[in-house]
T-cell receptor
């Protein structure tokens, strides 16, 4: 079956613009995660969705970052008023239920803020 | 000090060598993951374990909960094993993963 997909694969934007990144999880997976990998840095947790529960937003670095998950499937990560330090690869992962299950990663969106 | 520390940061070896990558963590965990990230950027989950040992092909992962330490071993290493290997832990009661900085492995033919 299809894996986790993300779009766009690459995004170049000017400082101050808003961007939206999309994640399509594996069908039937109720848990969805967003991570960020900055150049030369490790992976960093951003936000976690599980079913209809309130998301765990504890990893969002500022109030410019928000995410939603509509209908328990597709998720959108929005970054408002982008800054150069937002440049990174944004990765989405999904798992069958909660984090007790293996996570499947998407290919990522490389965001460059100029 | 990071919650998850990996060593070494970089490792270069010859094809066929036995490889060990180490991961130490400082918190109580419910699970530990080993991930592989190839140069193209894609991440694949290799193992998820909470005790003992798991084996998949030439890869072996072990964990010692008391010592808060895990190792990833690769037997008969091959150039296609060249990648960044990442250790991640899920703290008890939490859902999010905390990641190590990764170990960049290069296997020369």
């Amino acid at each position: 079956g299809a894996g986790v997909s993300q779009s766009p694969s690459n995004k170049v934007t000017e400082k101050g613009k808003d961007v939206e990144l999309r994640c399509d999880p594996i069908s039937g997976h109720t848990a969805l995660y967003w991570y960020r990998q900055s150049l030369g840095q490790g992976l960093e947790f951003l936000i976690y969705f599980q079913g209809n529960s309130a998301p765990d937003k504890s990893g969002l670095p500022s109030d410019r970052f928000s995410a939603e998950r509509t209908g328990g499937s597709v998720s959108t990560l929005t970054i408002q008023r982008t800054q150069q330090e937002d440049s990174a690869v944004y990765l989405c992962a999904s798992s069958l239920a909660d984090s007790a299950y293996e996570q499947y990663f998407g290919p990522g969106t490389r965001l460059t803020v100029t | 000090k990071n919650e998850v520390e990996q060593s070494p940061q970089n490792l270069t070896a010859q094809e066929g060598e036995f490889i060990t990558i180490n991961c130490s963590y400082s918190v109580g965990i419910s699970a530990l993951h080993w991930l592989q990230q190839h140069p193209g950027g894609g991440i694949v989950s290799l193992f998820m374990l909470s005790s003992g040992k798991k084996k998949h092909g030439r890869l072996i992962a072990t964990i010692n909960i008391q010592e808060k330490h895990s190792s990833l071993h690769i037997t008969a290493s091959h150039p296609r094993d060249s990648a960044v290997y990442i250790c991640a832990v899920r703290s008890q009661g939490a859902q999010k993963l905390v990641f190590g900085q990764g170990t960049r492995l290069t296997i020369n033919p």
